[in-house]
């Protein structure tokens, strides 16, 4: 598992956090996804192997926000509790 770190830019709200992380949670091969609203990033943990950063991006941005790589760390994924309901900006 890598886990990868976006800084998202354009989230106003909870629905805004719940959209951007249903959204990184449907791309194939991701474990876990948790977005903070207030520090703007996004913690992603998948399978290198089906997904890339790039992927996860475009993914954000398909949603109707922007995102960059914050920083990208290899190490073990560890699920944080985070809500995936669908969206509703």
């Known amino acids: 598992m ?3 770190r976006l800084t ?3 989230m106003k709200c909870g629905a805004c956090q719940r959209h951007v992380e249903s959204a990184l949670r449907r791309a194939p091969g991701v474990r876990n ?3 903070n609203l207030e520090s703007r990033l996004a913690t992603v943990d998948y399978d290198a192997a089906r ?3 790039e992927y ?3 993914a954000v941005r398909e949603a109707g926000y922007s995102a ?3 920083e990208a760390v290899r190490e073990a994924a560890v699920p944080a509790d985070a809500c995936g309901c669908g969206p509703g900006r």
Do not use: W
């Open 2 to 4: 890598i886990t990868t």
């Open 8 to 10: 998202v830019d354009g």
């Open 33 to 35: 996804a948790a977005v």
């Open 51 to 53: 997904v890339t950063p």
């Open 56 to 58: 996860l991006i475009a």
């Open 68 to 70: 960059r790589i914050a």
